[in-house]
């Protein structure tokens, strides 16, 4: 199993990203997958998942602005990122949960700043 995450970079607070997570060795509809952060001196908190059942969690800080879905031709799990704020600084993590393991990707930063 391997995830690759793509499209983070540095936006000005107020912006949008997209963050993208491809699978290879597994599909994503038949997988509960997701997104950590991990900002610089701070534990890892879920931001987003999406269960292999459609449900959606988010964190509370980021409800109502980061939309989590799946692209099953694609094989992608995706962040929708809007109205960025400096807080969102962090290297986000793409995670597949196996049920006997969790599967992640190598991350990708996501800078807000001005």
């Known amino acids: 199993v391997t995830l690759v995450e793509s499209g983070g970079g540095l936006v000005q607070p107020g912006g949008s990203l997209r963050l993208s997570c491809a699978a290879s060795?597994?599909?994503?509809?038949?997988?509960?997958m997701g997104w950590y952060r991990q900002a610089p001196g701070k534990q890892r908190e879920l931001v987003a998942e999406l269960t292999r059942l459609g449900y959606k969690n988010y964190a509370g800080s980021v409800k109502g602005r980061f939309t989590i879905s799946r692209d099953n031709a694609k094989n992608t799990v995706n962040l929708q990122m809007n109205s960025l704020k400096p807080e969102d600084t962090a290297v986000y993590y793409c995670y597949a949960d196996g049920i006997t393991r969790i599967y992640w990707g190598a991350g990708t930063q996501v800078t807000v700043s001005s």
């Open positions: 060795g597994i599909s994503v509809g038949s997988i509960a």
